[in-house]
Nanobody, 122 residues
Framework: VQLQASGGGLVQAGGSLRLSCAAS????????MGWFRQVPGKEREFVAA????????DYADSVKGRFIISRDNAKNTVYLQMNSLKPEDTAVYYC????????????????WGQGTLVTVSS
């Protein structure tokens, strides 16, 4: 299984970005997916999760109401739409595949993408 994240970049505060994560393999549609982020010197933190079918989602309080996670199982891709971006959203964003149909803790994910850098300027 390989996860390829893309869509990061530099954006001004208040702007939007859409991250994509393309997955290889045949198990995508049967596994939960998640997005995490990490700032140098800090722990990796949960951002958003989506169940295998897309019917359930969860968000960190810090992004609730601004970020939307979605998936297209026909394309083996998960997305993270990020709106109203703030400088504190600056981080490397990682997509990950859960070991089962759902997960929100890092320990519940077994495959990770390489990360894509999001920089929000003030």
């Amino acid at each position: 299984v390989q996860l390829q994240a893309s869509g990061g970049g530099l954006v001004q505060a208040g702007g939007s970005l859409r991250l994509s994560c393309a997955a290889s393999g045949r198990t995508f549609s049967s596994r939960g997916m998640g997005w995490f982020r990490q700032v140098p010197g800090k722990e990796r933190e949960f951002v958003a999760a989506i169940s295998f079918s897309g019917s359930s989602t969860d968000y960190a309080d810090s992004v609730k109401g601004r970020f939307i996670i979605s998936r297209d199982n026909a394309k083996n891709t998960v997305y993270l739409q990020m709106n109203s971006l703030k400088p504190e959203d600056t981080a490397v964003y990682y997509c990950a595949r859960a070991t089962t149909i759902w997960g929100t803790r890092a320990s519940e994910f077994d495959y990770w993408g390489q990360g894509t850098l999001v920089t929000v300027s003030s």
